[in-house]
């Protein structure tokens, strides 16, 4: 497939993703109120009306086209841009060390899974890639927490106020990504075994070593590279749960105010939901996405995979 | 080659066992209290009080929750429920996603079209953010059936990416000299996938399913550190204020106040995570060896 047809084709798809995303965000959200009886008890209910739905749309992409801005927040004078331009740097700071690191070390360890395959080592190889998919963000991060607090508290790890602020909230987000792609690695590897070109470099007394670093890999690339869209969206998911726990005032922490997720609320409080500021998170959590195809793209052509 | 044990196997089915014979017959065992009675306030002496939740001790072995229930009690009872969410999530998945991956076999053509589409859709966004942004739409917050929405929903929401990996196996057999050959002596279509096909394609859905279960379970947990549960209930406790209570009594609901809770009371989030890391690590074990197992002439 021609390159101006891959771009036709995925700008196609991230306008329709913009759509649903929108599409959902403004579905109508007022409860309806009735009140009966004597003692006036209020019954809250919830009736769909596509007048509601359509209204909501038409004005959303009104008042977008007349103000320029992704919409107003639950601050007065603070528009969509203003909010992002004060989160999304510090989820970046985050985001692009994690996506880099769990890129690199992921590579890195489903080769050693792979090369260990049938060694006694494997116990850290496969063994460790397994447990460490299996162990959720949220325990890692609450037990680390707990840690820091009652064993080691002059250990300032989560504060935003030192420069090495993110270095341990970027580590946690990039252990899940990581093992995915270890075992996606591993898994391309193998699949590569009994080729005539390894049987053809073993011939000739090429060291294992080499001939898997420098073909097995290149051509399990091929398949790894595709991945890479996954491996951001499992960075931005982990990146969710990570900012939410420990506090973090990044993108995820603002998105949550955003959703205004409350157990117990008031008549009217389902407003604090804030419709633009969703929309304009989901468009940099897209351009992330895009972003990481992007890296995918550029390590393609630069290493001559076909 | 010398005899290929298959740890993986032995040690999932182990944990499997465990677990199975805890949600099972946990409830019938002697020191879990199946009514789960809490006390919120103890007088264990003359001028001492003592509230909960109380920390681990000889009267509660794992500590108590806020209500002062026994959390050991709560979370072997919990588990039946929680399972039955993890599995009917991971079943209604594939049993949509099971045909709509076959039908697409031809890697062309409307059903290919929509898996693809599906796929990608739902793939661009983390499944937390989709699954909550969709799971608190007023329309299901203020459903009666809001339950089985719940989980229909969360199943709905990754048919794409496993009916994808079925198509694709799926096309890559249909390229295969077997299935020519059962097309040129006339087996018909549906004869095809019962019997050509779906033997072929079995192993790998069956090593997905489990992992995909563990995938749910962390999905779970997720959802509930965020406060999304999928059997809650909106009931009005003042005028005009109402409040979501988690009607079941599964692991999710002891989660959700981590934030708070690694402060004061560490043990009651601890225990339940630590429990879905071990049924997702069974999980996970369990579809290894399984793969390991219908692989097991290969090696």
Not at chain 2, 54 to 79: C, E, K, M, N, T
Request: with cysteine; net charge positive.
């Amino acid at each position: 497939m021609s390159v101006a047809r891959t771009f036709f084709k995925n700008v196609v798809l991230y306008v329709l993703i913009i759509l649903a995303l929108i599409l959902v965000v403004l579905f109508p959200r007022n409860p309806s109120m009735a009140v009966s009886g004597k003692a006036m008890t209020v019954e809250m209910g919830y009736n769909f009306s596509w007048k509601e739905y359509k209204n909501n749309i038409f004005q959303y992409f009104r008042s977008v086209w007349m103000e320029k801005s992704l919409g107003d927040t639950r601050y007065e004078r603070v528009t969509v841009e203003d909010e992002i331009k004060r989160f999304f740097p510090n989820s970046l700071k985050l985001i692009i060390p994690a996506f880099f690191l769990s890129l690199c070390l992921g590579i890195w360890k489903g080769v050693f899974d792979y090369k260990n395959k049938l060694k006694r080592r494997n116990i850290f190889g496969n063994g460790l890639t397994w447990l460490l998919q299996s162990i959720p963000d949220f325990f890692i991060v609450v037990c680390l927490q707990w840690l820091v607090i009652f064993i080691f508290p002059s250990l300032r790890l989560f504060s935003q106020l030192n420069w090495y602020g993110f270095i341990v909230p970027a580590l946690l987000v990039s252990v899940y990504p990581m093992m995915y792609l270890a075992r996606i690695t591993s898994a391309a590897l193998s699949d590569e075994e009994g080729q005539y070109y390894i049987q053809v470099a073993k011939a000739k007394g090429i060291p294992m070593k080499d001939i898997i670093n420098r073909h097995i890999l290149r051509n399990g690339l091929k398949k790894i590279l595709p991945h890479m869209t996954s491996l951001m969206v499992h960075t931005l998911s982990s990146l969710l749960i990570v900012e939410y726990l420990i506090g973090y005032e990044g993108m995820a922490y603002r998105l949550f105010t955003a959703l205004d997720f409350n157990l117990s609320f008031n008549m009217g409080s389902l407003n604090g939901f804030e419709p633009g500021v969703i929309i304009g998170l989901g468009l940099c959590f897209l351009l992330m996405v895009i972003m990481a195809q992007v890296t995918g793209f550029i390590i393609k052509r630069s290493l001559r995979i076909p | 080659m010398a005899k290929l044990r298959n740890n993986y196997l032995i040690f999932g089915i182990i944990l499997a066992g465990i677990l199975a014979f805890f949600t099972i017959l946990g409830p019938f065992l002697p020191f879990v209290d199946k009514e789960l009675k809490g006390e919120r306030i103890t007088f264990p002496e003359p001028g001492k009080i003592e509230m909960a939740p109380f920390p681990p001790s000889d009267r509660f072995p794992i500590g108590s929750d806020r209500d002062g229930r026994d959390l050991l009690s709560l979370l072997v009872i919990g588990a039946k429920d929680t399972f039955f969410h993890i599995f009917m999530i991971v079943i209604i998945r594939y049993l949509i996603a099971i045909p709509l991956g076959l039908l697409g076999l031809k890697n062309k053509g409307f059903f290919s079209w929509i898996i693809k589409w599906w796929n990608q859709l739902f793939s661009s966004f983390p499944v937390v953010f989709t699954t909550a942004l969709i799971l608190c739409l007023p329309i299901l917050l203020f459903n009666e059936q809001r339950y089985y929405w719940s989980i229909l929903i969360i199943a709905l929401v990754e048919v794409g990416r496993v009916s994808f990996i079925i198509q694709q196996q799926a096309y890559v057999l249909s390229q295969k000299a077997f299935i020519e050959a059962g097309i040129t002596i006339g087996v018909k279509p549906i004869r095809m996938i019962i019997s050509h096909y779906f033997p072929n394609i079995f192993p790998s859905i069956v090593v997905n399913f489990f992992i995909d279960a563990g995938r749910v379970a962390i999905l779970i947990g997720q959802l509930a550190i965020i406060n999304i549960f999928i059997s809650q209930e909106l009931i009005q406790v003042n005028y005009g204020q109402s409040q979501i209570f988690n009607t079941s009594v599964d692991w999710a609901i002891l989660i959700r106040e981590a934030r708070k809770d690694v402060i004061t009371a560490i043990w009651i989030p601890f225990f339940p995570m630590l429990l879905i890391v071990l049924s997702a690590l069974t999980f996970n074990t369990l579809g290894e060896g399984l793969r390991k197992h219908f692989n097991r002439h290969m090696q």
